[in-house]
């Protein structure tokens, strides 16, 4: 075996770079950043030799990575968590507007039939399946309660709406009101079977409208 001369170049470490490659990865893949940091440290320890001297400055680099990595992370959460909130705030309204859309389509298939529309939910074969986040009014005394959030069904009236909820002559109105955020605020929609002003925005017949917007408020 021949020997290696004394003044051969020495290869340098890859823990180093490993430390940086890790580094750069943990800002999506968070998990992969303390491994990051650690190996850089043990890096530095070990600068003193031949191996790790020539890539001190990436195990350097990989530690300043952390420092910005903590500040980073703690603004793209102040900003990405209230719009994840919002966002399934907003999903949840949905439902809302879904089952009123049904309850709208049960009450103009019942008055094709009756001439008149129904005064409860059981009257026009209208049911909320699964487990609802809101509680829907669809008559004067017709509630259906939430089923998923503690809103009392006397919450309804926080919507200001029961004078216009219920038949009405020729048109019928109803409601669906739930806490969706665990706020102190409902959210609140209407449907009427004919075209109104509300607030100064004209809203057709069969349209969901939202009085109270318990996403924003």
């Known amino acids: 075996m021949t020997p290696q001369p004394l003044n051969a170049p020495v290869k340098p470490s890859a823990l180093p770079l490993v430390a940086l490659i890790l580094g750069v990865f943990g800002f999506c893949i968070p998990p992969l950043f303390p491994i990051a940091i650690i190996l850089a440290i043990v890096s530095l320890v070990k600068s003193g030799e031949p191996a790790f001297a020539a890539r001190k400055t990436l195990s350097i ?8 990595y903590v500040p980073v992370v703690g603004i793209l959460a102040a900003i990405a968590i209230p719009n994840f909130i919002r966002f399934q705030a907003r999903s949840k309204q949905a439902e809302c507007k879904s089952n009123l859309k049904s ?8 008055f094709a039939e009756k001439d008149v529309y129904g005064e409860s939910a ?4 209208f049911r909320v399946e699964g487990r609802n986040r809101y509680a829907y009014r669809i008559g004067a ?19 200001a709406l029961l004078e216009e909820v219920g038949v009405h002559g020729d048109a019928v109105t109803m409601t669906c009101a739930g806490n969706i955020d665990n706020d102190a605020t409902l959210d609140v929609w209407s449907i009427s079977s004919e075209q109104r002003n509300v607030n100064g925005e004209v809203v057709p017949p069969g ?11």
């Open 122 to 125: 059981e009257e026009i074969g």
């Open 207 to 217: 349209t969901p409208f939202n009085h109270v917007n318990d996403v924003q408020d």
């Open 61 to 68: 680099i990989t530690l300043v990575m952390g420092l910005v």
């Open 103 to 110: 309850a709208y389509l049960a009450q103009k298939s019942y």
């Open 141 to 159: 005394d017709s509630v259906l309660p939430a089923t998923l959030t503690t809103t009392p069904t006397a919450e309804l009236e926080a919507a």
